[in-house]
Nanobody, 120 residues
């Protein structure tokens, strides 16, 4: 079992930065792939990016490439989403989720979400 808690959301002006944190509990957290997702009002949830258990592999949606980075500190059981050059269209509730690193595995563990609002 993994429990996830996001923090760090807030209101920021366009062009600004925010860092979201995803704190996890569970002694096997280090093996889990962690993804960041977001959902804007009236839109479907979309993946922003993910990071492998060891932190060596990341992937990002085209909409955030070059602006967002993901890192993790397994000693602290925490994954970070650094968001730079924020745009109003980045406004959404951001969620972190975890899945086992095997083919076909779904994201079964989710945090409660944190609101990010980017003003123009």
């Amino acid at each position: 079992q993994v429990q996830l808690v996001e923090s760090g959301g807030g209101l920021v002006q366009a062009g600004g930065s925010l860092r979201l944190s995803c704190a996890a509990s569970g002694r096997t957290f280090v093996i889990y792939t962690v993804g960041w997702f977001r959902q804007a009002p009236g839109k479907e949830r979309e993946i922003v990016g993910d990071v492998s258990g060891g932190g060596t592999s990341t992937m990002f949606a085209d909409s955030v490439k070059g602006r967002f980075t993901i890192s993790r500190d397994n000693a602290k059981s925490t994954v970070y989403l650094q968001m730079n050059s924020l745009k109003p269209e980045d406004t959404a509730v951001y969620y972190c989720a975890a899945r086992r690193p095997f083919r076909g595995e779904s994201y079964n563990y989710w945090g409660q979400g944190t609101q990010v609002t980017v003003s123009s």
